[in-house]
């Protein structure tokens, strides 16, 4: 199992909204919807690119604005990181069946760090950074990455994911994908099997996901 963290398994992106609207204020404007959209399930450096083109403002140093929203960022996610719906239960299914499970995100290893907290160190075989591969998703590579620590086939892996993204990252990899929307819709793709929540996902689903029997 391959599990996408940001607006997957915690309720964060809302966070990213907080910290993203204040960078922008610091510099004298106001994020468009479009660049937030736009944003969701990128890398920082691309996330901080399209911030500065969406305030006019392409000159500024990607690196200056990634540290201020990590401190920033750091700080809400101690304070305000709550679980997705039916994204624990789900977890929690996962690993009481032994099943080998990676946590796949963009987000740095600091802040991944401090989202342990919550989620549980032991919840995870392997976890994958987005400031620890060469490539960040929609590049394969976090994926590929992640089932080559669980050394499992990336064929016989699911990917649980909410952004278009991480969709295509997971996609481009092999895996089966299973999509739950937060904040961006997402358009019926072949090969993805779309929940409008975790809370309708199970063992049965994911098995039939692989085509497999249920465990």
């Known amino acids: 199992m391959l599990f996408d963290m940001d607006g997957t398994l915690v309720d964060s992106e809302k966070l990213w909204d907080v910290a993203l609207q204040e960078l922008a204020a610091v510099y004298g404007g106001s994020m468009s919807d479009a660049a937030r959209k736009s944003i969701i399930g990128t890398s920082m450096a691309d996330s ?8 006019g403002q392409p000159e500024r140093d990607p690196e200056v604005s990634a540290a201020w929203i990590n401190a920033r960022i750091l700080d809400l996610f101690r304070t305000g990181l709550r679980w997705r719906p039916g994204a624990l239960a789900l977890l929690r299914a996962v690993r009481a ?22 989620l ?28 080559r620590l669980l050394d499992v ?30 904040e961006v819709p ?10 409008e929540s975790l809370t309708a996902a199970d063992l049965e689903l994911l098995a039939a996901l692989l085509g497999e029997p249920p465990a």
């Open 97 to 118: 069946a032994g099943i080998p499970t990676a946590l796949v995100t963009s987000s740095g290893r600091p802040l991944v760090e401090v989202a342990l907290d919550t």
């Open 186 to 195: 997402l358009p019926p793709t072949d090969g993805v099997h779309q929940l």
């Open 153 to 182: 086939p990336i064929g016989r892996c699911v990917a649980i994911e909410d952004s278009p993204t991480g969709v295509a990252s997971a996609l481009a990899a092999g895996a089966a994908v299973l999509a739950v929307p937060a």
């Open 120 to 147: 549980g160190r032991d919840s995870f075989d392997a976890v994958v950074c987005g400031d620890e591969v060469d490539a960040a998703k929609p590049h394969p590579e976090p994926y590929l990455t992640a089932a």
């Open 48 to 55: 901080m690119r399209i911030l500065h083109d969406d305030l």
